[in-house]
């Protein structure tokens, strides 16, 4: 620390030239800063280096002093109990290390701390201060981790975000308040006051984009009216690329008094935009885009004597293109396929029952298809009850779970989409069905869409399949993502029942002509050692937090 009345070292010399002279010697080359009067000086130099080390430490550049940042707001959550504290540094640390990513018997503790976030959250914890850097820096390399992470950061993490640009992205969904000069503690649950409407309309004028985005979510979220005010005073001077992210902002609280924007934003300049907005019209009720779309279909798909017939569009034409049907296909797609998809998934389904004369989806799925138009037309529906969150089409277009899967690339139904529309009980329970059905090898998608951590059933089901693949050959990289996904899904409670899957058979068994390769008994064991040790891990970091 420099005595008082002098200079500090200057700021502007690198770091580079500090070194240099303290390896030559500041006899030989002179020191790169100044001295204070009768100063030796090697001792400016040292002075210099402690004061460059002090700032890289800080994880600070050399600036200009600004204005002293308010405090950051209080956070009233009860603090983590010390086990759970040193467990998140452990976590946050690997996290940083990067670490061996090779699969060892030990488990993957990046991989745990999505749980743990979780866990915590769910208890209603705060972090400690020191450690919110290294969370923050966490969710900014893993975009999964977001969500829970700022949760947990709470007020004091977004205020910490507000002062280094590399964690802006806390902001898009928190945005600064009315003292945009310096970070803020977040708005309350509460609509704005006068006084914090003003702070967001401000940012909206002046701020980045990640700040501007923030801000018109917030605003909407209050009062949606006024945030599609907001966004149509500045519409026609914003970027293509904004004008998309800011246009997504109006899906939350989606109304019929958003149709007029959305019907202008359809002429828009920008493909990526128009198509957005023919997106948010198709999901809205009664409006004049699906009523549009509604006629196309009843000209393209009609019954005949109990089958389905279809006539694709033979040309797209300007009104398509307008809502939001490309006239251009993807390569390996056909154009009258392509454009009968986009017809069909931005109809109502509740449209198809009284065209076919069926009383309902279940019986709609069963009908006959014509000249091979099936596997397009149940494509579409399969879009189109993913999109409108229809849980009577998504079971008819799932089917039983015994149904053999659709071939790899098929166009047919796509299971794991269809499961998200369902409540996550009769999700977890189709898939379980499905694995004991047809086993893991299409698997995986399916079961990554199920509520973690998996219902009994489910998991059951995961560990027999398993069990079932050791014993019939194979390898167990063959199966490494359903593994990954039971280290993180399964109930701990399943760890005993792994521990005796991970025991060596004994030596007196005899061989069985179906057991698994040589060696392969080796590395399933290692598998199932691992995923048992990580289960018990799970279950001591779930007492660790209960303190």
């Known amino acids: 620390m420099n005595a008082p009345g002098h200079a500090a070292p200057p700021l502007d010399v690198p770091w580079d030239d500090l070194v240099t002279a303290a390896l030559i010697g500041t006899g030989r080359r002179g020191a790169p800063t100044a001295a204070r009067p009768g100063q030796d000086p090697a001792l400016a130099l040292l002075d210099a280096a402690a004061l460059h080390t002090v700032r890289r430490r800080a994880a600070a550049l050399p600036v200009a002093a600004g204005r002293r940042p308010e405090p950051a707001p209080p956070d009233p959550r009860p603090p983590l109990p010390e086990a759970a504290r040193r467990r998140l540094a452990l976590l946050l640390g ?43 820096d966490a969710a900014r390399a893993r975009t999964d ?36 000069a310096s970070p803020v503690s977040p708005a309350s649950s509460g609509p704005p006051d006068a006084t914090g409407l003003d702070g967001l309309r401000r940012v909206w004028r002046e701020g980045l984009f990640a700040e501007r985005l923030a801000a018109l979510t917030a605003v909407r ?23 998309q992210a800011f246009l997504g902002a109006l899906r939350d609280g989606l109304s019929p008094d958003d149709e007029p924007f959305l019907e202008a934003a359809l002429s828009d300049r920008g493909r990526s935009v128009r198509a957005l907005a023919a997106e948010l019209l198709a999901v809205l009720p009664g409006s004049a885009l ?41 390569s390996g797609r056909g154009a009258r396929s392509w454009w009968l998809s986009g017809i069909v998934e931005a109809t109502p389904l509740s449209v198809w029952p009284d065209r076919l004369g069926v009383p309902g ?81 299409d698997a995986f998608r399916p079961i990554g869409v199920c509520a973690v951590p998996w219902a009994e059933p489910l998991g059951r089901a995961v560990v027999d399949a398993l069990e079932i693949a050791r014993d019939t050959g194979g390898y167990p990289w063959s199966f490494s993502g359903v593994m990954g996904l039971a280290e993180r899904c399964l109930d701990p409670d399943q760890a005993d029942r792994l521990a005796v899957l991970a025991a060596p058979a004994g030596a007196d068994d005899a061989p069985r002509e179906d057991a698994a ?31």
Not at 518 to 546: C, D, N, S
């Open 517 to 547: 390769p040589p060696g392969a008994a080796g590395y399933w064991a290692e598998a199932f050692q691992r995923l048992a040790g990580t289960l018990r891990l799970r279950a001591v970091m779930r007492a660790e937090l209960a303190g």
């Open 361 to 441: 989806a279940a019986e709609a799925v069963a009908l006959p298809v014509a000249d091979g138009w099936r596997p397009d037309l149940h494509a579409a529906w399969c879009r189109a009850a993913v999109r409108q969150r229809d849980a009577a089409w998504a079971r008819a277009l799932l089917g039983p779970p015994t149904t053999p899967p659709a071939p790899e690339g098929s166009p047919g139904r796509d299971p794991a989409r269809l499961l998200t529309v369902l409540p996550a009980a009769e999700r977890a329970d189709w898939v379980a069905r499905f694995v004991a059905a047809h086993g893991l090898s």
């Open 290 to 330: 699906t009523a549009r779309m509604t006629a196309r279909a009843r000209t393209c798909v009609a019954l005949d004597q109990g089958v389905v017939v279809v006539e694709a569009p033979h040309e797209c034409d300007d009104g398509m293109r307008r809502d939001g049907i490309s006239a251009k296909p993807p």
């Open 221 to 243: 979220g209050h009062d949606a009216a006024a945030g599609r005010e907001l966004l149509a005073g500045t519409w026609a001077t914003e970027r293509a690329e904004d004008r």
């Open 145 to 180: 981790l977001r969500p829970e992470a700022l949760a947990f950061a709470g007020p004091r993490g977004r205020w910490l975000a507000g002062l280094n640009p590399q964690w802006a992205y806390a902001l898009r969904s928190h945005p600064p308040g009315p003292g945009a």
């Open 94 to 136: 690997e996290r940083a290390g990067g670490g061996d990513r090779r699969r060892t018997a030990a488990p993957d503790l990046v991989e745990l701390l999505p749980q743990w976030l979780t866990a915590a959250n769910a208890r209603g914890y705060r972090p400690p201060d020191a450690l919110l850097p290294g969370l923050l």
